[in-house]
């Protein structure tokens, strides 16, 4: 039998280890908390720095705790971002490793939510002291035209990258006074679809400050025909071509391929002009396949009438010369909303009419070819609202793009916006619309609802397609509407 003294030396060893064991347990958890603070999610760190509000009787203390919390949170995030940056550069394997780990914390913040709900509502008696109190917001964290009381910053650290967040941000002015704008502060936006693209973005965003840019603008492209339109500017230097030689004069350039060392190829096929000229590749968009073919297809383009069958003598085609008599010496400024290399715009030019020329690189450097002859491009995509003020064009002019597969919902969308920037008795040049035959009164529908003055109005079977699709051309001209 074990003495009193034996035992008592047993009990106090034992007390020992589970305290210790205690203590791991405790370092383990709040080890597991602070990694999850490095992948996920904004939402924990607002219920993390409520709940901290809740448990504080002094606001000002609370406040600096919250503060000091933040900045924690901060460097573990720049830190971990530092080791995701290492894991993305490494083989595929890394990649897909991961993947798994974030799956693998998005569950464990789950069940972290979870636990601190719990805790808020064990203690009613701190919640209801909590609802006296003013919601805690700041110029920096509430846009000032905000109904609500929620932090404009929620949605701001929905990101992790730090270029992201900073160019979100609310930029208040330094005066701390309204600017000449009537507005305390600078409000940068993107597209609602980034959110959706949030690994995407933030490859895109990754770069060094005041470095080169990654050579991704393929990457952005497909970020916005995705709906992040519009995209957050960048603090990076844009790549340019290595030897980048001087254009040609104004006079020359507009039938005149550029130099081929003024374009970066190295995400096309074809790799210089002459190549886009012939099609050689056969890979580009279908819809403009001849575009880059400028004796033999474009020169001629609204010059001269093609005729699709010539027994008939059908054609969706108008002159541009026929065209500007409707409204004589009124047409100066308007945008040719197409998939093309700027020729409508070159033509205009002739009779001394400025075309901006809206445009995607799908599959070429359509952007790049239309700068190099001379003209205007708009990198636009059909997400964005048009970058022009109200009633401010005198024609708007549209081919080899808005056809037949657009959604009816979303061609009026773009028809109201055209409309909107159309001064009063402006035209809208619809050239060579195709689409199937049984879907043609749909289509039409939309027009007819602008009620425009119809000064030319045309459908044309398309001879290939045995009377399935036709083509559809008008020139429509916008009503005073004085109410």
């Not at 347990?25 to 602070?34: E, T, W």
């Not at 998005?106 to 209801?128: M, W």
Request: glycine share 4%; aromatic share 12%; hydrophobic share 40%.
């Amino acid at each position: 039998m074990r003495s009193p003294k034996h035992q008592a030396l047993r009990f106090g060893v034992k007390k020992r280890v589970y305290g210790f064991t205690l203590f791991l347990a405790l370092l383990a958890f709040s080890l597991s908390v602070s990694t999850l603070y490095r992948f996920y999610s904004q939402s924990a760190h607002f219920s993390i720095n409520a709940f901290t509000t809740y448990l504080s009787a002094d606001s000002s203390k609370a406040e600096d705790e919250i503060n000091v919390i933040v900045e924690k949170i901060i460097e573990q995030i720049v830190s971990q971002m530092e080791t995701l940056r290492d894991w993305t550069a490494d083989s595929k394997e890394g990649n897909s490793q991961l993947k798994r780990e974030r799956l693998r914390f998005r569950a464990f913040l789950t069940d972290i939510l979870g636990l601190v709900g719990s805790v808020k509502e064990s203690l009613p008696s701190v919640r209801g002291n909590a609802h006296t109190k003013q919601p805690r917001t700041t110029a920096a964290e509430a846009h000032p035209m905000s109904r609500s009381d929620q932090p404009y910053d929620e949605l701001i650290e929905y990101f992790l990258v730090e270029e992201i967040r900073k160019y979100m941000r609310i930029k208040p002015n330094r005066l701390g006074k309204q600017n000449f704008m009537g507005a305390n502060g600078t409000f940068a936006s993107i597209g609602h679809a980034c959110f959706a693209m949030r690994e995407e973005l933030e490859e895109y965003m990754d770069y060094d400050v005041g470095d080169f840019c990654k050579d991704d603008w393929k990457q952005a492209q497909r970020l916005m025909v995705h709906g992040c339109d519009p995209l957050p500017r960048r603090r990076c230097f844009a790549r340019a071509p290595k030897l980048y030689t001087k254009p040609s004069p104004v006079d020359e350039s507009v039938w005149k391929y550029p130099d081929d060392r003024n374009v970066r190829w190295s995400h096309y096929r074809c790799k210089n002009f002459a190549c886009l000229a012939k099609n050689g590749t056969g890979k580009g968009f279908f819809k403009c396949a001849d575009c880059f073919n400028l004796t033999d297809h474009e020169k001629p383009r609204w010059m001269q009438v093609v005729y699709l069958d010539p027994s008939s003598n059908s054609t969706p085609d108008f002159l541009i010369e026929e065209v500007l008599k409707i409204k004589p010496r009124e047409i100066r400024v308007g945008l040719d909303y197409s998939v093309g290399t700027g020729t409508f715009a070159a033509r205009m030019r002739e009779f001394n009419v400025t075309i901006v020329t809206a445009t995607i690189n799908l599959g070429a450097p359509f952007n790049e070819f239309i700068a190099l002859r001379g003209l205007v491009p708009l990198y636009l995509t059909i997400n964005q609202r048009l970058p022009f003020f109200d009633n401010t064009l005198d024609i708007i002019h549209t081919t080899r793009f808005l056809d037949g597969w657009i959604d009816f919902i979303l061609l009026d969308f773009v028809l109201y916006d055209w409309d909107r920037v159309l001064r009063p008795g402006g035209l809208l040049w619809i050239d060579s619309f195709f689409c199937q035959a049984k879907d043609l009164d749909d289509y039409l529908e939309a027009f007819k609802l602008l009620r425009y003055k119809k000064h030319k109005w045309v459908v044309v079977p398309k001879v290939d397609k045995d009377g399935e699709e036709v083509f559809f051309s008008a020139v429509l001209e916008k009503p005073p509407r004085p109410f």
